[in-house]
């Protein structure tokens, strides 16, 4: 049986839980990563975190072309949660809560679940919290200290939302100290794993949509210097 392929990083750190023989770990995905995999014939594809600023992120045709060509495509926990969310009246499949949330529009920000984190020398360690985490650690808090850390992280960009950085925000707001945070919960990372468990378990075939436009930009994608071709075109906000 072919291997599937999931692209995970910080979503996945801490989770102590080996990646299952059969599906092959990739960093996050970036612009163009997913319709070149679709060149391994991968049995399934599961997206869980992804580029986002660095580099052009994963684009919906690209998922689009997998389901066409009968690639169950699963989501979940970061972009992959955004992108089901999306694309799930076209058979992209989401999983957990994140997921629902999105789907719902109980959460509509996108930055809900951004986190800055480290290279993939360190194993793409997060180095700040997604707001969606900073509700999960603090859901056995008192109700007005919840509130009050939770419009804090809300107003704060991600690349800012550390712990330390909310601690000395309420110290300043509330005049006394933040209670601990429940650094074990993570929202995120109990998605990241769920999914892990669906593409183990093996995913049917998608019913088959109609396969996205071939455009010349889209034949480019595929290329394997493709993302990097479509710099200036990305960044002229046409892709």
């Known amino acids: 049986m072919r291997d599937a392929i999931l692209f995970a990083g910080p979503s996945l750190w801490g989770s102590g839980k080996p990646i299952p023989p059969g599906i092959a770990l990739r960093p996050p995905?970036?612009?163009?990563?997913?319709?070149?995999?679709?060149?391994?014939?991968?049995?399934?594809?599961?997206?869980?975190?992804?580029?986002?600023?660095t580099r052009p992120s994963v684009?919906?045709?690209?998922?689009?072309?997998?389901?066409?060509?009968?690639?169950?495509?699963?989501?979940?926990?970061?972009?992959?949660?955004i992108r089901a969310a999306e694309l799930h009246s076209c058979g992209m499949i989401g999983v957990g809560a994140i997921f629902r949330a999105y789907r719902s529009g109980l959460i509509e920000r996108d930055d809900a679940v951004m986190?800055?984190?480290?290279?993939?020398?360190?194993?793409?360690?997060?180095?700040?919290?997604a707001l969606v985490d900073v509700g999960a650690c603090t859901r056995n808090w008192p109700d007005a200290d919840r509130r009050l850390v939770l419009r804090i992280a809300d107003r704060?960009?991600?690349?800012?939302?550390?712990?330390?950085?909310?601690a000395a925000l309420f110290r300043e707001r509330a005049g006394r100290e933040m209670p601990a945070p429940d650094r074990v919960i993570s929202r995120k990372r109990r998605d990241a794993e769920r999914l892990v468990n669906r593409l183990a378990q093996g995913v049917d075939r998608p019913v088959a949509c109609p396969?996205?436009?071939?455009?010349?930009?889209?034949?480019?994608?595929?290329?394997?210097?493709?993302?990097?071709?479509?710099?200036?075109?990305a960044e002229a906000g046409r892709a």
């Open 211 to 233: 396969p996205p436009p071939e455009t010349p930009w889209f034949r480019r994608l595929r290329q394997p210097t493709g993302e990097a071709a479509l710099g200036r075109y």
């Open 115 to 129: 986190v800055s984190h480290a290279p993939p020398a360190l194993a793409h360690r997060p180095l700040t919290v």
């Open 29 to 53: 995905a970036a612009c163009g990563d997913i319709v070149r995999a679709l060149a391994e014939r991968p049995r399934a594809i599961g997206l869980v975190d992804g580029i986002f600023e």
């Open 59 to 81: 684009w919906h045709k690209e998922i689009l072309a997998a389901l066409a060509e009968g690639v169950p495509v699963l989501g979940a926990a970061s972009l992959g949660a």
């Open 156 to 166: 704060l960009n991600f690349r800012d939302r550390n712990w330390d950085r909310l």
